[in-house]
């Protein structure tokens, strides 16, 4: 019995650590907010409780059209990602001349420091001296400069190129290690039986590469959902509101508008559509897991 005991106290002091970080980095400040969404929070010194107000705030035409938009920027951005960096993986899987240079090349979007990367964007999107702009002109493509940040159909677009640039690296050799990981036997097998490239990549490749895209589709996911950096540098939201996003929104009304009570129950809306989303993931994750075992 004291045996057992002390088994039982030793595995809770190896989770101690992991247990403080949970309470003390996630639970608590979960919690906190959870509370503050509930309050009308702001500079004032008192603070009353106003029930769900809030969150019926929250539901209007215009919120609708933040979460949509939300919605399409993380998909296009999520999607290209996955596309380009699979793409990209399975080019530098591949036996060719010069591949561990390509594989280098690959790292600059990643190990460039965010902002400066999504300066450079900015000014690449400048429509009197950017570079994109300037080409444009220069191959009559158009006829005057085009100030990409400015405009809405453009702006919302150029920010999901920008994420695309910074996300596709860490896509791209994640993938690369999950495609390594593939037995080469089976490749060897197929190509003795005649199986070209275009097959053995459908047949072989793809199948065995589901639960990483999986994994990597939801890391992509969360932190795109989650993005703040790109567009607040590039447009902050604008113009006319043409990019702002949850995250964005939540941002501007807590911290712009100093209404940190309308500020936590958007963050609170946010936590729990990525709740959903990991749970779909764990489903996801748990039939292919059930699958392999038959």
Same mark, same amino acid.
């Given at each position: 019995?004291? /045996?057992?005991?002390?088994?039982? %106290? &030793?595995?809770? @002091?190896? !989770?101690? $650590?992991? #247990? ?74 591949? /036996?060719?001349?010069?591949?561990? %240079? &390509?594989?280098? @090349?690959? !790292?600059? $979007?990643? #190990? ?183």
């Amino acid at each position: 019995m004291d /045996a057992k005991r002390s088994t039982v %106290l &030793f595995a809770w @002091l190896l !989770m101690a $650590p992991a #247990i403080l970080y949970v309470t003390v980095i996630v639970a608590y400040p979960l919690v906190d907010t959870f509370i503050l969404s509930f309050t009308d929070a702001s500079l004032k010194k008192t603070t009353n409780w106003v029930g769900w107000a809030n969150y019926s705030k929250i539901f209007n035409a215009t919120f609708a059209e933040v979460i949509i938009r939300t919605f399409i920027w993380t998909f296009f951005s999520v999607s290209l990602k996955m596309i380009i960096g699979t793409f990209g993986a399975s080019m530098l899987n591949a /036996a060719v001349p010069g591949r561990a %240079l &390509f594989r280098v @090349l690959t !790292m600059p $979007p990643w #190990i460039v420091p965010m902002a400066i990367g999504i300066f450079m964007w900015g000014w690449m999107y400048n429509g009197q001296f950017g570079m994109i702009s300037g080409l444009l002109q220069r191959f009559g493509l158009s006829d005057s400069p085009i100030a990409f940040l400015a405009q809405g159909s453009t702006a919302f677009w150029a920010t999901v190129i920008t994420d695309v640039w910074i996300g596709v690296p860490m896509v791209t050799l994640y993938m690369l290690a999950a495609m390594q990981s593939i037995p080469q036997d089976l490749y060897e097998a197929a190509w003795t039986d005649g199986a070209g490239r275009f097959y053995r990549f459908r047949r072989i490749t793809l199948p065995l590469l589901v639960p990483s895209m999986i994994t990597m589709s939801m890391i992509s996911l969360i932190s795109t959902f989650n993005s703040f950096d790109i567009i607040w540098i590039l447009t902050r939201g604008g113009p006319t509101g043409e990019t702002t996003t949850m995250i964005i929104d939540t941002y501007r009304t807590a911290i712009g508008s100093n209404k940190y009570g309308e500020g936590a129950a958007r963050a609170v809306l946010i936590c729990i559509f990525l709740s959903i989303f990991c749970v779909f993931y764990f489903r996801m994750t748990s039939r292919l897991s059930a699958g392999d075992k038959r």
